[in-house]
């Protein structure tokens, strides 16, 4: 895997003050937001692109909601979130729009990805390794209710997976039935 790594830089927030540095994957710029003084055995969180949700503060998922917490518990606990560009659990964004209207007609988020073509989730964490790696990092504590992602994210042990359950709303309640229902999130 060739990868191009950024300098860290600062980057004060209203979350905390943080490092970051990007690690650039092929087509793909990654980023990795880090406490000053990252603990033995810190709390990672593995973010997946969310534009509508992360940017535009969307209600159709919870992905805003859990950002604003990893970066909270990275500031607390001196953790780590690593931002993957896996936008529309890695379609991209024009098919994620794609399978929107179609959940618009009915279908569910995962009905939506296979008539489109693809799998439910196309998402893959080589780079997790990599990043995890690149800091030295052996063991870490995993925020997600995702077992797909305990179970994907190798060469470091994962030595607790912490729940991250945000407070649904009407707009979001079946998308997240569908996450415990169908793709079987811990919620
Ligand atoms: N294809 C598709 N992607 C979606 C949809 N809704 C959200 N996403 C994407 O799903 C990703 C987030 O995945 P989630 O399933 O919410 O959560 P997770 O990362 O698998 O699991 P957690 O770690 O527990 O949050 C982001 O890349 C979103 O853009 C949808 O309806 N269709
Ligand atoms: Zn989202």
Same mark, same amino acid.
């Given at each position: 895997?060739? !990868?191009? !790594?950024?300098?860290?830089?600062?980057?004060?927030?209203?979350?905390?003050?943080?490092?970051?540095?990007?690690?650039?994957?092929?087509?793909?710029?990654?980023?990795?937001?880090?406490?000053?003084?990252?603990?033995?055995?810190? !709390?990672?969180?593995? #973010?997946?692109?969310? $534009?509508?949700?992360?940017?535009? +503060?969307? $209600?159709?998922?919870?992905?805003?909601? %859990?950002?604003?917490y990893?970066?909270?518990?990275?500031?607390?606990?001196?953790?780590?979130?690593?931002?993957?560009?896996?936008? +529309?659990? @890695?379609?991209? $964004?024009? &098919?994620?729009?794609?399978?929107?209207?179609?959940?618009?007609? +009915?279908?569910?988020?995962?009905?939506? @990805?296979? %008539?489109?073509?693809?799998?439910?989730?196309?998402?893959?964490?080589?780079?997790?390794?990599?990043?995890?790696? #690149?800091? @030295?990092?052996?063991?870490?504590?995993l925020l997600t209710n995702n077992?797909?992602?305990? &179970?994907?994210?190798?060469?470091?042990?994962?030595?607790e997976r912490i729940p991250i359950i945000m407070?649904? &709303?009407?707009? @979001?309640?079946?998308?997240?039935?569908?996450?415990?229902? +169908?793709?079987?999130h811990l919620l």
């Amino acid at each position: 895997m060739q !990868i191009k !790594i950024s300098d860290v830089a600062d980057l004060p927030s209203r979350f905390g003050d943080f490092n970051v540095q990007a690690f650039k994957q092929g087509q793909k710029e990654h980023l990795v937001i880090c406490a000053k003084e990252l603990a033995e055995v810190p !709390i990672v969180r593995v #973010h997946s692109e969310c $534009l509508t949700g992360d940017a535009i +503060g969307s $209600l159709k998922c919870d992905c805003r909601d %859990q950002l604003e917490y990893g970066l909270q518990m990275a500031d607390e606990t001196g953790g780590m979130v690593i931002y993957l560009r896996q936008e +529309g659990r @890695n379609i991209g $964004l024009l &098919n994620k729009i794609n399978a929107y209207a179609l959940q618009d007609k +009915g279908l569910n988020t995962i009905e939506a @990805n296979h %008539q489109l073509g693809f799998a439910a989730d196309e998402r893959t964490y080589e780079v997790v390794t990599f990043i995890l790696h #690149h800091y @030295n990092i052996k063991k870490i504590k995993l925020l997600t209710n995702n077992p797909d992602k305990v &179970n994907s994210i190798s060469g470091v042990e994962i030595v607790e997976r912490i729940p991250i359950i945000m407070k649904p &709303n009407k707009h @979001n309640e079946g998308y997240l039935d569908v996450k415990r229902d +169908g793709m079987g999130h811990l919620l």
